[in-house]
């Protein structure tokens, strides 16, 4: 193990033989943050790793079915489940796939920045030192990282390999999207009648605000639903945020 100068924690620098590093870059892959794969945890990714199967995220799209229904305790509805998981993963949109990649330094709001600015991952890739810098919150160790994990010939043929099986590599532009919220952050909380709370949150995204899990003072909106627990009411009421029911929300959008 070892430390790098202005690093917080050792790291491993075996990553290519060394099995907790293998199991841990694909553990992150299928993660919920990332391309939240459904049908597949860490007991699985260990028993694929170990059975020697896969040795990184491209290769789990290579699985049959009966590779997987030859595992220990995997039944034939959870085999399935795990290819339904992998086949549907092909809709997870390009900056969680970027995040997936598990460049060191990118963390999931950075993905976001880079994916935004880029809108692909050719062009991200082609991208120099002082391009990466000028992208906001884009410092030199996190520019160095990306220019490092590119240079490496074995991650162009992953992200060749999963272009191949069609990852999103590139934004698609959504129909509708502004920049309304701007500069806004929201927290969505409780039950809705028109929408789900990711539908919410994927429509403030669209129209360029920025969703946060609690309240406190930089909050700037809360799109309160039904349900919504009567502790996290009082205290944006006590704080003077905004509270916008569901069909206050939509009268917002309709007046862009």
Not at 41 to 62: C, K, P, R
Not at 125 to 136: G, H, K, P, R
Not at 137 to 144: F, H, K, P, S, Y
């Amino acid at each position: 193990m070892i430390r790098e100068e202005g690093d917080a924690r050792h790291y491993c620098p075996n990553e290519n033989g060394c099995p907790t590093q293998i199991k841990g870059r694909i553990q992150h892959f299928i993660s919920r943050k990332a391309m939240n794969i459904d049908g597949l945890g860490a007991e699985t990714v260990d028993l694929l790793v170990e059975e020697g199967l896969i040795s990184n995220v491209a290769d789990l799209y290579d699985l049959t079915f009966d590779q997987i229904f030859n595992l220990e305790r995997m039944a034939e509805k959870s085999a399935n489940n795990l290819l339904k998981g992998l086949k549907e993963s092909n809709n997870v949109p390009f900056s969680k796939v970027l995040f997936g990649l598990g460049i060191r330094f990118v963390g999931e709001t950075v993905a976001k920045k880079l994916a935004k600015e880029y809108k692909n991952i050719d062009a991200l890739m082609q991208a120099d030192f002082d391009a990466l810098i000028a992208v906001d919150e884009i410092g030199d160790r996190i520019a160095n990282s990306i220019l490092q994990y590119f240079e490496e010939p074995k991650h162009q043929e992953l992200i060749n390999r999963l272009k191949k099986v069609g990852l999103q590599f590139e934004i698609k532009e959504k129909e509708g999207a502004s920049n309304l919220f701007e500069g806004k952050s929201f927290v969505v909380s409780g039950v809705f009648t028109n929408f789900s709370r990711n539908e919410l949150k994927e429509l403030i995204e669209t129209n360029g605000g920025k969703n946060v899990s609690s309240i406190s003072k930089k909050t700037s909106c809360v799109v309160a639903g039904d349900k919504m627990g009567p502790a996290k009411l009082k205290k944006a009421t006590d704080l003077g945020i905004e509270i916008l029911s569901e069909n206050d929300f939509i009268a917002l959008l309709n007046e862009k």
